[in-house]
């Protein structure tokens, strides 16, 4: 009998289908990895498992009990054992402490410590390399010992099902090395460990089986190995036949740029509490360029379109027609020129298409703003048919065209998008597509785009920049990125 059954597990948000009838079993002893691009609905799928969330279909088996409607203390009283993404320790409490609140039952409310419970937590402590910083305060601890302590606190409960949410997240490789290692040694024979983390190539070393997702589907499951080398996966993370593209592929016509620079950025850190995202990430993109960044999630992104938008805190420079943005507001970045698609769409969802887009030409006189509806409802004609229509009754795909064309009414020099083919079907796609072709190769606009679809990207491009783990790992043409670096970028 398998220790972990899921069963038929489907989860809507309202019309959104998250995770679809997804079916698989988790034996004693096993490490599997759920993987899948940014909307996969993995988190989603975790999220069933702890108990955060309630299936709307389907049933959760732990050691032949169903318990989808269990809540998550009843879930870590029958053996599992939870490590959520981002840590919240008790910062007044040392790491030996922290570690031992999680072993007490959580009707007790005053701090007395069983012998037992002390012997667990000292273990536990050990196990994961923090003997040295026990009677440390969790704030002056570095991320990775943080996440050392989470990972800790769940081993001191001697779980048999160990659940990790990004377990690797904000830690550097060889941060990544040293606790999978810590781990590993840590876990028992029979102790079953799933996890989620966008970090492939971690997950491919770290488990012995992985089950890959897209738009809610299980897709592949496997032998790491069998996955990464399944065609969907690899159509999902990098593209269709990128091997048969090298010969072919050329920047789009009329795109090179003119020689000047418009944008010019040299971000050395970017930091999220104490997990740096980025570091030493230096792009320049010339006036009438194409640029993408292709990169796995978590690869840093979405951060670094933040840091030239002014929504994260950066340390660095970034200049703008050669004068620095480091000082100016968000609004004032905008107003140069620079529109911002971002990856969560932000739209008004009770508000119509029409009200939407005239939200982005706000600081336009009437007649003005008439003339932009006129310049983007050709641009995407099925905007026009739904203008009345409230945001949330759109598809997709029309929604992510509602998010394109408000950033274009304000008539950017600069056009940034992250993540535009997110979740998206192929006939909303070959739509994107084509919206970009127009903008880009017929009107000369200047695009920088964040992608996971490799495919899209390098059909798109000028120039590409290859993200891993916070830093540019590869920088050159479409055909170069094909010929050097396609083959071995999922593995």
């Keep these: 009998m398998a220790l972990l059954e899921a069963l038929g597990l489907s989860k809507r ?66 053996g599992m054992a939870i490590v959520f993404q981002h840590s919240r320790p008790l910062n007044r409490q040392t790491v030996l402490d922290n570690i031992k609140l999680a072993l007490l039952p959580d009707r007790v409310f005053n701090i007395h410590y069983p012998g037992d419970i002390e012997v667990k937590a000292l273990q536990a402590a050990k196990l994961l390399g923090l003997e040295d910083v026990m009677d440390s305060y969790p704030e002056s601890l570095p991320f990775g010992y943080l996440r050392r302590m ?10 048999r099902l160990l659940l990790l949410d990004e377990p690797f997240a ?61 065609a969907e996966v690899r159509r999902v993370f990098l593209g269709k036949s990128l091997d048969e593209k090298a010969g072919s592929l050329s920047s789009p016509a009329g795109s090179s740029g003119n020689g000047n620079f418009l944008l010019d950025l040299d971000i050395q850190s970017i930091k999220y509490g104490k997990a740096e ?68 769409r932000e739209l008004f969802r009770y508000m119509s298409v029409k009200e939407n887009l005239e939200l982005g030409g ?64 192929p006939v909303a796609l070959d739509a994107i597509s084509e919206t970009l072709s127009t903008l880009h190769g017929k009107l000369g606009l200047t695009i920088l785009l964040a992608e996971q679809n490799v495919h899209f990207a390098l059909k798109h491009s000028d120039s590409i920049y290859l993200l891993d783990h916070g830093s540019i790992s590869w920088q050159g043409t479409v055909a170069g990125f094909v010929q050097e670096v396609g083959h071995k970028y999922l593995v």
């Design 13 to 78: 948000f309202g019309g959104i289908r998250a995770v679809r009838d997804v079916h698989f079993a988790v034996q004693e002893g096993e490490i599997v990895g759920l993987i899948g691009p940014n909307g996969s609905g993995k988190s989603t799928l975790l999220s069933l498992l702890t108990g955060v969330y309630k299936p709307n279909s389907g049933s959760i088996r732990f050691d032949g009990r169903e318990i989808q409607n269990w809540p998550i203390n009843k879930r870590i009283k029958h």
């Design 150 to 159: 989470e990972i800790a606190k769940a081993l001191a409960l001697e779980p």
């Design 170 to 230: 904000g830690l550097t490789p060889s941060e990544v090395g040293e606790l999978a290692g810590l781990i590993l040694a840590a876990k028992t024979e029979n102790q079953a460990i799933v996890l989620v983390d966008h970090n492939v190539k971690a997950v491919y070393s770290f488990v012995n089986r992985i089950i890959a997702l897209y738009v809610g589907n299980k897709i592949a499951d496997g032998q790491p190995h069998e996955v990464m080398a399944d």
């Design 277 to 344: 995202v980025l570091r030493n990430v230096a792009i320049r993109i010339r006036d009438g360029e194409f640029v993408s960044l292709v990169g796995l999630n978590g690869a840093g992104k979405s951060s670094l379109l933040k840091a030239i938008t002014g929504l994260v805190n950066y340390v660095g420079d970034v200049k703008w027609r050669g004068a620095s943005t480091n000082q100016m507001t968000t609004a004032q970045i905008i107003r140069l020129g620079i529109a911002f698609a971002p990856e969560t």
């Design 362 to 425: 706000e600081r336009l006189n009437r007649h003005e703003r008439q003339s932009k509806l006129d310049d983007v409802y050709e641009l995407f004609p099925i905007l026009q048919e739904r203008t009345a229509q409230p945001a949330y009754t759109l598809s997709g795909g029309e929604q992510q065209m509602l998010t394109i064309a408000r950033a274009m009414m304000q008539t950017p020099s600069l056009l940034i998008l992250d993540e535009p083919t997110l979740g998206l079907a």
